[in-house]
Nanobody, 123 residues
C-alpha cells in the first residue's frame, strides 16, 4: 500500500509561484512512476507532469517551461514548482503513483492517489 499526502497549495496572483510537495510512504519509492494531476470544476482530471522510474520527465503542453517536477529520494517527496501561474491553473492538484505506467499523463494508469491540495490563481 502506498500513501501520498500533498501540501503547498494556496492562493496567488497571476504571475506568481507556488511549490507543491507530496510525501510518499509505504512503498519502495524507486519502483513507481509518480506524477501530478489537476482537476478544475466541471472538468476531467488531467495530467500535469510525471517522473518515470528512470528519472525522465514529461509535461503537459499547457505547463511546459513554467512547471518543474522533481523528487528527493532521501526525503521521499515529489515536488512541483509552479512559476508564472495563470488563472487557468486554478484547480485541485493531486499526486499519484503507479507501478505499471506506460502513458505517464494518463490518470487511468495510476493506482494510488493523494487527497489533493487546492491552488487558486487570481488576476
Amino acid at each position: 500500500q502506498v500513501q501520498l499526502v500533498e501540501s503547498g497549495g494556496g492562493s496567488v496572483q497571476a504571475g506568481g509561484s507556488l511549490r507543491l510537495s507530496c510525501v510518499v510512504s509505504g512503498a519502495l519509492y524507486s519502483r513507481y512512476t509518480v506524477g501530478w494531476f489537476r482537476q478544475s470544476q466541471g472538468k476531467e482530471r488531467e495530467g500535469v507532469a510525471a517522473l518515470g522510474k528512470d528519472g525522465s520527465t514529461v509535461y503537459a503542453d499547457s505547463v511546459k517551461d513554467r512547471f518543474t517536477i522533481s523528487q528527493d529520494n532521501a526525503k521521499r517527496t515529489l515536488d512541483l514548482q509552479m512559476n508564472s501561474l495563470k488563472p487557468e491553473d486554478t484547480a485541485m492538484y493531486y499526486c499519484a503513483a503507479g507501478p505499471f505506467v506506460s502513458d505517464r499523463l494518463n490518470r487511468r494508469q495510476y493506482l494510488y492517489w493523494g487527497q489533493g491540495t487546492q491552488v487558486a490563481v487570481s488576476l
